[in-house]
């Protein structure tokens, strides 16, 4: 599997978004993220991250930046069809009210001191570190 995934900046305060997986759901539940899922077979990687923030937060203005990471892991077991291989972006958009998903069950806006201080999953943690070091720059 393919996915990508986005570090969400708002271009007026700055601060990025998490979103918190349901509850409900059996991957994952009660994780905070960003936007992040699989493309779709023969579907271009800005075209799926398009559609992703579409679908997960009903973001449709955006400004794609710049790839942030590359990751790879195994969601579940380590099986072929398991297997996931992704492309973080740094988006940039002005839009402060999100549409989410059924997927999640809320969000927030946090600054990069708020971030440092967050309890996040290690791979989460590591692309928004990646993410924190590129504008320390």
């Given at each position: ?27 994952r ?19 799926a ?12 203005t ?11 892991f ?34 927030k ?29």
């Open positions: 599997m393919v996915a990508v995934g986005a570090i969400v900046q708002n271009t007026k305060t700055k601060k990025i978004l998490l979103i918190q997986r349901s509850l409900s759901l059996s991957f539940p009660g994780v905070w993220e960003y936007p992040i899922g699989r493309m779709k077979q023969f579907e271009e990687l800005e075209d991250l398009h559609r992703e923030l579409k679908e997960e937060i009903g973001l449709k955006f400004i794609i930046v710049k790839p942030i990471n590359v990751f790879h195994f969601r579940g077991e380590r099986t072929a069809k398991n297997e996931v291989v992704g492309v973080v972006y740094l988006i940039k958009t002005e839009t402060e009210t999100i549409t989410l998903s059924e997927e999640h069950d809320t969000y806006w946090l600054t990069l001191q708020e971030l440092k201080t967050c309890t996040l999953e290690d791979w989460v943690y590591k692309d928004l570190m990646l993410y924190i070091n590129t504008q320390n720059m």
